[in-house]
């Protein structure tokens, strides 16, 4: 992995404008998972719309999966820490995620696709974010894309943070994906005890972290594991600086918001009603996965 000297630009941090603790809910055909970015976090976290928070080594909390399901609309961000899980969509594609593994999936103008666990024991974790379209994009072809934990880009800092790029830019190293509109960053930070870790953002977009192991701090305030941390966007602010005095695990996700209206049904996010309703008659008439072959 190489090593990445972070140099301290940060002048002006963000602060925590409050912590999130998620939901605790099912979906699918039963799958037990905590929803961590809720309906109502959409415009503060815009261009987000979900975020879900799977892990559990009880079977019977996953087993069952999310069989064919219809998108439309945005993008879809998988990424399996552990476990085995396949996908299949309308589109013919087909991939499966195993530890470290990340799928993205644009649903565009339409996706049908099951996701099932391919193991009967064991652990089974990871997150699932849901990243907008912009309204020009929401009904273009449907794209998709997986990588092996191997092929993601990733670096380690002079402090021996570990950084794993899914999405945006971080210390000059280029994501496994990158949006021009929404300019998602993602990122997965593994940080040893008494570390810190920097990372500049532009003020104007949304940013949180979600804490999976150990507890960071960030300009003074504790986040704990299983918390959401959503930033102030202090018009001044540059960047963010995340301590950790012991072993930390985090992801790190922010974007550009799109500052456009959000119509939510289910499965569908559109900009208007009108929309929606079309997704429906699409879907039920059997179109919507017909629109990506
Ligand atoms: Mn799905």
């Known amino acids: 992995m190489q090593t990445k000297i972070e140099t301290s630009t940060v002048k002006h941090v963000r602060t925590v404008e409050r912590l999130i603790t998620g939901q605790a ?3 699918g055909a039963g799958v037990k998972l905590t929803r961590v970015l809720t309906q109502n976090l959409q415009q503060r976290l815009d261009p987000f719309l979900m975020l879900d928070a799977f892990g559990s080594d009880k079977p019977d909390d996953y087993i069952a999966g999310f069989p064919d399901h219809p998108h439309r609309g945005f993008e879809t961000i998988t990424y399996m820490l552990a476990g085995r899980m396949l996908h299949r969509d309308s589109a013919g594609n ?17 996706v049908i696709h099951s996701e099932i666990p391919q193991q009967k024991e064991g652990v089974m974790e990871g997150f699932q974010l849901w990243l907008n379209l912009p309204k020009r994009d929401k009904m273009n072809t449907p794209w998709y894309i997986d990588f092996k ?21 971080s210390n000059g190293v280029t994501g496994a994906v990158t949006r021009e509109i929404t300019q998602p960053r993602y990122l997965d930070i593994h940080m ?48 963010v600086i995340i301590e950790a005095s012991e072993d930390a695990k985090l992801i790190l996700i922010s974007g550009q918001p799109l500052k456009e209206p959000i119509v939510q049904y289910g499965p569908f996010v559109m900009n208007t009603q009108q929309e929606i309703y079309e997704a429906l008659s699409d ?10 072959k």
């Open 149 to 169: 934990n191997t092929e993601l880009p990733k670096y380690v800092t002079q402090h021996g943070v570990e950084v794993t790029v899914i999405a945006g830019e």
């Open 283 to 292: 879907f039920r008439e059997g179109r919507l996965g017909e629109f990506s």
């Open 25 to 27: 809910t099912s979906d």
């Open 192 to 239: 040893p005890a008494s570390t810190q870790f920097e990372q500049t953002l532009s003020s104007a977009h949304n940013a949180f972290i979600y804490v999976y192991r150990g507890e960071v701090s960030v300009a003074g305030k504790a986040v704990p594991a299983q918390r959401m941390a959503i930033f102030a966007n202090e018009s001044q602010s540059d960047g």
């Open 94 to 110: 087909e991939g499966l995620l195993e530890n470290g593994d990340v799928q993205w999936m644009t649903a565009g103008r339409g």
